[in-house]
C-alpha cells in the first residue's frame, strides 16, 4: 500500500503529460493517461529516494524567469559564435564544485546547465562534488572563469528554490544570491 502511495505523483504527471500530448482534454484521454502511466509505472519503475523537494512557488518563479532570460541571451551569444568563428568555434570541459548534497538538486543543475544552448554537464561525480561542464566559445581563462562563476550563480538560484534549509543558509553565509 506504501508503494501505491509514493507513486501517486509520478501517476499523476504521466497523466497530465499524456494528455498535454493529445491536445484533448476529454474522459477518452484522461482515461488513456491513467492506463499508460500504470503501465509504464509497472514494467519501468524508477527508484523511490525518499527524498522531497520543498515547494517554494516565488522562487520557482524567479528561477523559471531567469532560466528564460539566460535561454534567450545564450541563443544570441551562440549564434555569434557560430556565425563569427564558424567550424573554428572552440569548446572546453570546465570543473565546477557542486554546492549541493541532494541528487535531485544535483539532477536540477545539470538539467538547468544543459538547458542553455552552448554547454551541457558531461558528468557529475557526486563523490568528490565536481560536475565536468561542457561549453562552447572557450578562448582562454578567462572563458573559464566565467564559464565557473555562471555555473555557479545557476546552483545559487537551483538551490535557492529546489535545496534544503540548511543549504539555503551555507550558500547565503557564501555570499549567494537569494
Keep these: 500500500m506504501m508503494r501505491i502511495r509514493a507513486r501517486w505523483p509520478q501517476l499523476v504527471w504521466l497523466t497530465a503529460v499524456w494528455v498535454l500530448l493529445w491536445g484533448t482534454f476529454s474522459v477518452k484521454s484522461m482515461v488513456g493517461g491513467v492506463l499508460v502511466a500504470a503501465l509504464v509505472t509497472a514494467f519501468f519503475p524508477l527508484p523511490l529516494t525518499g527524498e522531497r523537494l520543498p515547494f517554494r512557488p516565488l522562487r520557482l518563479l524567479r528561477l523559471s524567469g531567469y532560466l528564460a532570460y539566460d535561454l ?3 541563443s544570441v551569444e551562440i549564434s555569434w559564435e557560430t556565425l563569427r568563428y564558424g567550424p573554428r568555434t572552440t569548446a572546453g570541459i570546465v570543473a565546477v564544485p ?3 548534497g541532494s541528487a535531485l538538486v544535483a539532477a536540477a ?38 564559464v565557473r ?12 528554490a529546489l535545496g534544503s534549509r540548511a543549504e539555503i543558509a551555507a550558500i547565503t553565509a557564501e ?3 537569494r
Design 149 to 160: 562563476r555562471e555555473v555557479l550563480m545557476l546552483q545559487r538560484r537551483v538551490i535557492n
Design 72 to 74: 534567450m541571451v545564450s
Design 175 to 177: 555570499g549567494g544570491t
Design 98 to 100: 557542486l554546492q549541493t
Design 109 to 146: 543543475v545539470a538539467d538547468a546547465v544543459s538547458l542553455a544552448p552552448g554547454t551541457f554537464v558531461l558528468q557529475t561525480d557526486r563523490r568528490r562534488g565536481i560536475c565536468y561542464v561542457y561549453a562552447l566559445g572557450m578562448r582562454g581563462p578567462d572563458d573559464v572563469a566565467r
